[in-house]
Structures are given as structure tokens and as C-alpha cells.
Nanobody
């Protein structure tokens, strides 16, 4: 099993920045990649970004490309730096881990999930 704990959410004004963190523990050696998803009220959970376990490959949803950066450290913590935040970025952000290789963006393909962290963007 892999445990994921997110942190860093909060309230930010439109145009501001926020950095989310996701600490992974447990059998992290079984994980190939980690990603971020988000879910706004009344909407389905959507893919935001994904990074390979060695940090060498990143992929972004078009909605955040150019405004967000996903990265990781050597201690199995993944970060999502979000800049130029918009009100439509407000959502609960979830960290997820996937065991299969490749650019995985579908929610159902991810094996482990965190509890989520709330991001609120005021206009």
C-alpha cells in the first residue's frame, strides 16, 4: 500500500500563487508515476498534471499548462506549483499514484489517492 497526504491548499486571490505538496509513504517503490487531479463542486474529477517517479517526465492538462509546474524531490514528495490562479481553478486537489508506466491521465487508472486539499480562489 501507498499512503498519500496532501497539504498546501488555502485561500488565494485571483492572480496569486499556491504550492501544493503530496507526501508519499509505504511501498512507494511500486509506483511509476504520481499525479494531481481536482474536483470542483458539481463537476467530475479532472486530471491536472502528472510526473514520473524519477521526475524526468511531466505532463499537464491544457487548462493549467504554462501556469503550473509539477515536480518531486528525492523523498517521494510531489509538488504542484500553481501561478496566475483563476477562480475556475478553485477545487479540491487530490494527489494520486499510479503503478503502470506511461502518461496516465484517467482517474480510474490511478491506484492510490490522498484525501484532498481545498484550493479557493477569490476574484
Amino acid at each position: 500500500q501507498v499512503q498519500l497526504v496532501e497539504s498546501g491548499g488555502g485561500l488565494v486571490q485571483a492572480g496569486g500563487s499556491l504550492r501544493l505538496s503530496c507526501a508519499a509513504s509505504g511501498r512507494t517503490f511500486t509506483v511509476y508515476g504520481m499525479g494531481w487531479f481536482r474536483q470542483a463542486p458539481g463537476k467530475e474529477r479532472e486530471f491536472v498534471a502528472r510526473i514520473s517517479r524519477n521526475g524526468g517526465s511531466a505532463f499537464y492538462a491544457n487548462s493549467v499548462k504554462g501556469r503550473s509546474t509539477i515536480s518531486k524531490d528525492n523523498a517521494d514528495t510531489v509538488f504542484l506549483q500553481m501561478n496566475s490562479l483563476k477562480p475556475e481553478d478553485a477545487a479540491v486537489y487530490y494527489c494520486a499514484a499510479v503503478k503502470r508506466a506511461g502518461v496516465v491521465t484517467r482517474e480510474r487508472d490511478y491506484d492510490y489517492w490522498g484525501q484532498g486539499t481545498q484550493v479557493t480562489v477569490s476574484s
